[in-house]
């Protein structure tokens, strides 16, 4: 030991000016930095080590890039609302993924390649080669905008598809996975109390003041919406994670994890309700359907129905609770033709139907939304709002593509059915039927909200897809001793 250190210490010494030349450079690049770009300049110096070592272990193992992934698609929008720096977050999610396809190629000889061979690959590559064709639609008024778009529509999906497949991803990393997804849930709920009844932040009432208080603040009340983009992406993270531990109260066998369960089933809940969005009300009535219909247990299906149609009885068609503007919220959700926006709604794909109507492939990738209004202001699409997931990809990609899309998710959810009824571990079956029931729910409001296309949304529809498709391979046939049935609250 004392003859390594005497080593260290020689080649130091004998090196002493090359590490002198390395610490001066720095210290004047450092100095650069600092003068020209001030604090941004101080918090580059201080990011760019922890950077580095980021690119590298992704580089390293493409499974840590995939994890990484997954909190970052939390950690964006909270970024984006917090941090006074004008820059798109959102293209931290492109780079990390880059690396991690990056790493793919790296370590290609020790990646399961031939488990591309399966459903899901072809389902979602499908559906990724038709959107880069979209790049050569003759409607689109500037093609360079498809870029900007496809990223939610299509390629981090094929690109997540592509790795969960081919990388050695274990029971314990699926725990990782929905850990993370809880945790994250319970701190966004957390900030949403913090929103609804202490207030808000300076950068949040920037955002309100910006424009986005004429859709979260109605009535004099404010629609919570967390670190999320908006109220309709926070409300739809919280009734699927209600819809979560709602399923797994059901299924946990101990009573303190049925509490457990509970607990956070009562904190989301009212995450959502606090957010005011009353189309995320049809995950939880869609999502545990689903559940029930996957349980195929007439006795359980029918206990199920005595639970909830008192409930949807209750705010179809009396006025309890009508004191309260969360529980009048949701109500509304239940008239929809007695609702003024969900009219206009209607008029407005009524309209879209005139321009579509010729246009099978759609007006091209990245022509509405925001993209449309950067890019091509004029356009018809940029100037009419879609207000739902399916009628944008209606107008982007035409009804060829909008077919092509449903047909994929009902494809999917199909191949996921047959997965979980053939399982014999009871954790797994009961993990997936919550995937698979929170999937369903999502995908039933994305009728009425773009929150598919959405960070977090978005990534973990696109990890449920993959995880529920492919859950075969870590069946077991009887569970390991003291084994949960569930992954345990936490």
């Known amino acids: 030991m004392g003859n390594q250190a005497a080593s260290i210490s020689y080649s130091i010494q004998k090196n002493f000016w090359v590490f002198s030349l390395l610490g001066t450079l720095i210290a004047v690049a450092s100095g650069f930095l600092i003068a020209r770009l001030g604090i941004l300049g101080s918090a580059v110096i201080l990011i760019l080590p922890p950077g580095l070592l980021l690119v590298g272990g992704v580089l390293a193992e493409p499974k840590f890039g995939f994890l990484v992934y997954v909190q970052l698609s939390f950690l964006v929008n909270a970024l984006a609302r917090f941090l006074p720096i004008s820059i798109p977050f959102g293209m931290i ?11 793919l190629i790296v370590n290609n000889r020790r990646l399961s390649w031939k ?70 849930s319970f701190l966004a709920a957390l900030w949403a109390f913090k929103q609804q009844y202490i207030g808000l932040t300076t950068n949040e009432m920037i955002w309100l003041n910006s424009g986005a208080a004429s859709t979260h603040i109605l009535f004099g009340h404010l629609r919570s919406f967390s670190f999320y983009t908006d109220a309709s992406q926070f409300g739809a ?31 989301y809940f009212w995450g959502y309700a606090v957010s005011g969005t009353r189309s995320a009300l049809f995950v939880l009535i869609a999502g545990y359907g689903f ?29 309890v ?16 033709l007695e609702d003024p926006s969900f009219l206009l709604r209607l008029k407005n ?27 091509s202001p004029n356009h018809w699409a940029a100037q009419i709002s879609p207000d739902s997931w399916y009628v944008e990809l209606w ?96």
């Open 115 to 184: 488990s591309l061979h399966h459903p899901a690959f072809y389902l979602v590559g499908l559906w990724f080669f038709y959107t880069v064709l979209e790049i050569f639609n003759p409607e689109s008024p500037y093609r360079a905008a498809w870029f900007f778009h496809a990223r939610s529509f299509s390629l981090h999906f094929f690109i997540v598809t592509c790795t969960l497949l081919v990388i050695d991803l274990t029971r314990a990393d699926i725990l990782i996975i929905l850990r993370t997804w809880l945790i994250w």
């Open 321 to 336: 609770g009508s004191g309260n503007y969360q529980i009048q919220r949701m109500r509304t959700a239940l008239n929809p």
């Open 291 to 319: 559940y029930l219909l996957m349980k195929r247990d007439l006795i359980k299906i029918a206990i199920g129905i005595c639970v909830a149609a008192p409930l949807l009885f209750v705010l179809k068609y009396t006025n």
């Open 395 to 490: 107008i982007e990609t035409g009804r060829v593509g909008m077919v092509l899309y449903i047909a994929m998710l009902i494809a999917l959810i199909a191949i996921g059915v047959y997965r979980v009824w053939h399982l014999k571990d009871p954790w797994l079956t009961s993990t997936m039927r919550g995937l698979l029931a929170v999937f369903v729910g999502i995908a039933v409001m994305g009728y009425s909200n773009p929150v598919l296309g959405q960070f977090p949304t978005s990534s973990m529809l696109f990890i449920n897809a993959l995880l529920f498709t492919t859950c075969n391979r870590w069946d077991k046939p009887t569970p390991k001793v003291n084994e949960s049935p569930i992954p345990q609250p936490l």
């Open 93 to 103: 999610i492109d780079g990390i993924l880059g690396l991690t396809v990056l790493s």
């Open 237 to 267: 993270e919280m009734a699927a994670v209600s819809l979560l531990c709602f399923i797994w109260s059901f299924e946990a066998e101990t009573l303190p994890r049925k509490l457990g369960y509970l607990f956070l089933l009562l904190v």
């Open 349 to 375: 794909q009524q309209k879209l139907a005139n321009y579509l109507k010729d246009l099978p492939f759609g007006a091209g990738i990245g022509t509405s939304l925001d993209t449309g209004q950067r890019f």
